[in-house]
């Protein structure tokens, strides 16, 4: 039977069966023939050129054997220093890379049988460093490239000339210290003898200010200490002074003082928790799940300050929550329009009722002089546990008007951040 055309469809299937990897067992290294199938290879090993090729390999086995293994150790450290570098690897990555090429030489030709074998001599040859894991043997390659070494030598060197410079200068340094301290202790102290007259008949006489008839190194000392006299005077009335317009700058009026004394009252009374009973606050964590979630909820009792049993407003449910769970609720200070129909009757003489309807429609302005009604409880702050009126919202600053409804301040009209007040359930 005739060879295949070259596009005839079982031409095309062999070539793509060809291609990739095929099974190592249907293999011949001596030959460097792959065979697709059991078949295929028990020909190839009765085929004439296998032959011959087993002929050449039984005069000198041991030529042909460390050959590939020759070939093999030198692809697969190639391999190792070009991928990974000097990085530690496992070893079965690099042999799966290394297997990929179709035409590398099998390990069944080698001197090794196994990997492990392979790995394990590479670490007595010194050519890697070789370590056993539970996950398996890892290697690492040792870079012995006389250029690689003479650039580690190179970069050695630079670190040891820049700690030589660096002790140099501390050595320097220290010197001068030295020779600074010698000087100082060399200096001539001033010396100090007794007054002593040389003849009884001599007077001793002390004459101060610059008309002096001594001579002139007296008189220029003279000199000398009048002039350190007005200096030192001088700085004096500065130091004064400045301390004076220090003084002035620092006094405050009475009204600063108030305000600096309300704001470290406010200060002094705030907390970090703010937890109350009977006030309306909404459920802010996601881990109860959408049900909760956004719900508004009455604190029924507050246990250690920090954690409240609320009952939710909706089904009913009663929780135990942390206040980070939970947040204020700010009632709405605006009124709502209102509609209101009068409806009148009146009787004539044939007993007839007619009938008059008027029609009345309210906007919130119409209450612009009534209270708006909107209790709430202040939290923190140096109005803590005081329930007030809402009177209005100011969006900009975040805060609210508040008219105190209870305690020694009750009537006074206050600005409360949002969180430090909510409404009362």
Known sequence: MGKADFLSPKAISNRIKSKGLQKLRWYCQMCQKQCRDENGFKCHCMSESHQRQLLLASENPNKFMDYFSDEFKSDFLELLRRRFGTKRVHNNIVYNEYISDREHVHM?????????????????????????????????????????????????????????????????????????????????????????????????????????????????SSLLGASALKATSTKRKEASSGSDSRGEKKKKSALEEIIEMEDKKKQSVRTDYWLQPNIVVKVVTKRLGERYHKKKAVVMEVRDKYTAVVKMVDSGDKLKLDQNHVETVIPAPGKQNVLIVITSTSIHQNNESLFSTAVFFLTSSHFANFPAGKRVLILNGSYRDTEAVLEGIDEKNFCAALTLDSGPHKGKRVDVAYEDFAKLA
């Open 108 to 220: 069944n030709s080698t001197q090794w049988e196994t990997l492990t074998d392979f790995t394990k001599w590479l670490g007595r040859e010194g050519l890697c460093k070789v370590d056993e894991t539970p996950k398996g043997w890892y290697i690492q390659y040792i870079d012995r490239d006389p250029e690689t070494i003479r650039r580690q030598e190179e970069q050695a060197r630079k670190k040891k000339q820049e700690l030589d410079d660096e002790e140099r200068s501390a050595k320097f340094i220290e010197e001068q210290v030295r020779r600074g301290r010698d000087s100082k202790e060399t200096e001539e102290n001033p010396v100090y003898t007794e007054l002593k007259r040389e003849s009884e008949e001599e007077k001793v006489a002390f004459k101060l200010g610059a008309t002096s008839s001594v001579a002139g190194p007296s008189k220029s």
